[in-house]
Every structure is written in structure tokens, then in C-alpha cells.
């Protein structure tokens, strides 16, 4: 008997979608002790690789849009982790900084993906082939070869 097309289980979208899910829901419990919420790990990944960035920069680093990121950017500004000011050079654009509580930080998260590699039972050999089949679909394009999980 031939599969339905139309069957919820043979639709791509919501493999990805239920994993996606599933796997943020991974991190929760491993980014509580830090403070941090997935978003706001997501932020401070970025701004580690790079700081201080604009606002439209770190939405683009992230593939979102400003107006979405800006609500995470301001519970990281409370909670003393990152500062945002206007650009001395163009008072239009908002810079996003890390404060030295923010950096210090760093420090405690580089435990976060080994943990979250042995949760999910995979190698980082194993994410590195999952984020090269996702690619052509997912995040920024100018991703390190071996992302961080």
C-alpha cells in the first residue's frame, strides 16, 4: 500500500518542527543553572563570537528579525549581561555590547555542549553531519563548519 503524501508523519515541516521542539526542550534544564533561556544562549553565542554588533547584525547572525530579538536583548541588559547604547558613530543604530559579567559567563557555558551532546546521545561528528543535511534550510549562512551544538 502506498504511503498517504498528505499523512502528518510523511510531512518534512513537521519532523523538523517536533525536533526542533524536542531539542530546545533538551537544553532547558542544562542552560536553568546559567541563567539563560534558549533564546538568550542563542544571543550570547553570537555576541561571544563577536562584540560588540548592532542590533539588525545580531538578528541577521541569529535569522531573526530586530523587533523579535529585541525583547531577549533587553532581559539580557537587565539581568547585567549585555549593554545596549547607540553607536557614537550613527546614534540610528543600537549597539549590542557584553558586559564583563557577560563574558565572564562564557566561562560557565563551555560546558553546555558536551552535556548537551551526551543528552541527546550524538558526536560532534554526528551534529556536524546533521547540520550539513540542514543547511540549505537553516541558519546563517556564514556558520562555522563545526558549529557548537
Known amino acids: 500500500m502506498d504511503r498517504d503524501v498528505l499523512a502528518l508523519e510523511s510531512q518534512l515541516c513537521f519532523a523538523i518542527v517536533t525536533a526542533a521542539r524536542n531539542v530546545v526542550s533538551i537544553y532547558r534544564p542544562v542552560l536553568e543553572p546559567l ?17 560588540p ?13 530586530p523587533a523579535t530579538l529585541s ?5 539580557l541588559e537587565a539581568q547585567g549581561r549585555v549593554e545596549r547604547r547607540r553607536r557614537g558613530s550613527d ?16 566561562e ?5 555542549p558536551g552535556e548537551i551532546m551526551a543528552r541527546v546521545g550524538m558526536s560532534l561528528d554526528d551534529v ?9 534550510f537553516a541558519g546563517r549562512r556564514d556558520a562555522p563548519e563545526t558549529p557548537p551544538i
Open 71 to 75: 525583547p531577549t536583548v533587553k532581559r
Open 108 to 112: 560557565r557555558a563551555l560546558s553546555v
Open 91 to 106: 546614534e540610528r543604530v543600537l549597539e549590542i555590547t557584553l558586559t564583563a559579567e557577560g563574558t565572564a559567563l562564557r
Open 53 to 65: 554588533q548592532s542590533l539588525s547584525e545580531l538578528a541577521s547572525a541569529l535569522a531573526v528579525e
Open 35 to 51: 541563567g539563560l533561556t534558549h533564546p538568550q544562549y542563542l544571543v550570547m553565542l553570537a555576541l561571544w563570537e563577536s562584540a
Open 128 to 136: 556536524t553531519t546533521l547540520r550539513e543535511g540542514l543547511a540549505p
